[in-house]
């Protein structure tokens, strides 16, 4: 008696703890959102009063400098998801399906780009460019950002072509269809979820990028190397309105793939 | 390969089914990737260690280095830059401790206590990784607000007396931590959530009627059960942390006086064109996580972890 009475104080503190970590982690979501609707006028710092306004005049201010970091961050985000997805996925079939000769070397190769601070990373891949001549833009930008995702979108992948039976190629093969016919009609339809959640998984932290961008960036801006530079004057309320747009059609897209696997997984059940 | 925890919930541990056959498919396949990786992270880790020893212009033009083997650099950097090196593993390490304290009850609480309802589970778990979604310079610009001299929390502590009239929270060596830990709590929080959400619950029954107190259950049963967990979110926390350079910023929450070793090597690098002293720091920062992190994995006893 005594016991359970206990663990359900336990029970309900554990409860207000979390909660209140929920409530840690979206303070500053709450306040960027909400600074997005504040009407500001130079710097966004002061309440002011709510208004529409910073959502109409995105490419307004400051000559569209926001709109531009921000096209620049899709643009970078775009071309580098697609080169680490195609060469992340090749690594990861080979590792996972192939006996190799130098697999240790090869792991050891795509885990230490993820165990290296990203002021590193930056740094040296800043002294290449340096020694090589190579001016920094766009650029160098996106040789940067496919760099880092590889490794990123090889964990993702192998995960999916580990948990593949191979007995379903097997039958394809079987059944007299050719090798790219069993490529295309069999694996790469199953390894398609493994694929788009590394691919969503590199444009994240391809976006988000600030250290490594700004290391070899030159005179070009992403999104956020533009809110880091504007943060010594005051970022603009349409750096908020750019930022609570992605959010929240990312939670849109989260939300919606949860829905839809967990309707899935009901109508699966549901059959016989 | 525990780093691959992260986003892949729903993924076995990667364990690769004996692989097969030998052919020359899979060198075609890991070829283009595994040059690319040659060429823009080796390639550049043996440039920043060139750079790192590399000279002076003898003509005295700033910013212009030759080719040396100055190795006296690393001891210059060393004497000059030691409180930085010091106070980044600091609040590296502090960080990654108040990070655990608040994302391993948030994921016992989802993994465990949820576990009965599955609806509440997955709007918790997006809950967590919210964050992921808005710009983190953004987050941080807006604790920097939140904390600021004008801000909401500093007037409440200084009304309820709990800090002096002249107290300051931006700038402070606390709020530099403070904001490192926010930043990290999902990376901490979701591997320890995918090593809790298995977690056999009878075996803490088990515990229980072997009268075990809850206590003893939990640092008897349940904390080694998620050590993996906990391993890959410190590892996932502190390694950005250490490198971390946004929080100590005099632009967001620290001051000079809080510079990190990051906040270093930026200077060097991209104001001041002091290439070897940016080089050789980004080197001794490699090198000293390399060592701290082996020697942690050999603590914790994971061997799964490449």
């Not at chain 2, 990654?96 to 509440?120: C, D, E, M």
């Not at chain 2, 919210?130 to 953004?138: G, T, W």
């Not at chain 2, 259950?217 to 942390?241: C, N």
């Not at chain 2, 980004?282 to 996580?289: D, E, K, N, Y």
Request: net charge positive.
């Amino acid at each position: 008696m005594n016991r359970g009475l206990r663990l359900g104080i336990g029970t309900w503190g554990l409860a207000v703890y979390a909660i209140l970590g929920f409530v840690l982690l979206l303070t500053p979501i709450v306040y960027t959102i909400a600074f997005s609707f504040n009407d500001s006028v130079k710097s966004n710092i002061v309440w002011r009063g709510f208004t529409f306004d910073n959502w109409t005049s995105i490419c307004v201010v400051e000559n569209g400098a926001v709109c531009e970091a921000f096209g620049t961050s899709i643009l970078v985000g775009v071309v580098a998801t697609l080169a680490a997805t195609a060469l992340g996925t090749a690594i990861a079939i080979a590792l996972a399906r192939y006996r190799l000769r130098f697999r240790a070397a090869a792991t050891l190769l795509i885990f230490l780009p993820m165990a290296t601070p990203e002021v590193v990373l930056g740094a040296g891949l800043a002294a290449q460019f340096l020694t090589a001549g190579v001016p920094k833009g766009v650029g160098t930008i996106i040789l940067a950002h496919t760099m880092f995702c590889i490794s990123f979108v090889v964990v993702t992948v192998r995960a999916r072509v580990s948990s593949l039976d191979p007995a379903l190629e097997e039958a394809g093969r079987d059944l007299y269809a050719s090798p790219s016919q069993v490529w295309w009609r069999i694996t790469f339809p199953l390894l398609l979820p493994g694929i788009i959640a590394a691919a969503l998984l590199s444009f994240a932290l391809s976006f988000d990028d600030f250290i490594i961008t700004n290391f070899n960036a030159g005179a070009a801006s992403t999104f956020p190397k533009y809110v880091y530079t504007a943060a010594a004057r005051g970022i603009p309320a349409q750096a908020n309105v750019i930022a609570t747009a992605v959010f929240l059609l990312a939670i849109a897209l989260v939300i919606g793939s949860q829905l839809y696997s967990a309707g899935r997984r009901k109508r699966l059940a549901r059959t016989p | 390969m525990a780093f691959g925890m992260i986003g892949t919930s729903d993924a076995p541990a990667v364990a690769d089914a004996a692989p097969g056959r030998r052919s020359p498919v899979a060198l075609l396949l890991l070829l283009p990737g595994v040059a690319y990786l040659a060429l823009f992270f080796v390639v550049p880790f043996v440039s920043l260690i060139v750079t790192s020893l590399k000279a002076p212009d003898p003509f005295g033009e700033i910013g212009r280095y030759v080719y040396a083997f100055r190795w006296e650099n690393y001891v210059e950097v060393m004497t000059t830059y030691w409180p930085h090196i010091a106070r980044s593993f600091g609040f590296a390490i502090a960080a990654t401790i108040i990070a655990l304290l608040i994302g391993y009850p948030i994921a016992y609480f989802i993994g465990v206590k949820l576990r009965r309802f599955p609806l509440l589970q997955a709007l918790a778990l997006v809950l967590v990784i919210a964050p992921f979604f808005i710009s983190f310079l953004l987050r941080t610009f807006a604790w920097k607000q939140i904390l600021a001299d004008e801000g909401p929390v500093l007037g409440v502590l200084q009304s309820l007396t709990i800090l002096p009239d002249d107290a300051r929270l931006t700038g402070t060596a606390g709020a530099v931590i403070f904001g490192i830990a926010y930043n990290f709590i999902p990376f901490m929080t979701l591997p320890i959530y995918t090593s809790l959400e298995r977690l056999d619950l009878r075996y803490l029954e088990a515990g229980g009627d072997l009268y075990a107190s809850p206590a003893t259950t939990f640092f008897k049963v349940t904390l080694p059960l998620s050590m993996p967990g906990v391993v890959s979110g410190t590892l996932l926390t502190f390694i950005p942390a250490a490198g971390d350079y946004i929080n100590a910023s005099s632009d967001f929450l620290g001051a000079p006086d809080t510079a990190m070793i990051g906040n270093v090597i930026e200077a060097n690098f991209l104001r001041v064109e002091n290439y070897p002293v940016a080089a050789s720091l980004s080197i001794i920062l490699m090198g000293a996580i390399l060592l701290l992190v082996g020697l942690y994995i050999r603590r914790a006893g994971t061997k799964d972890l490449v």
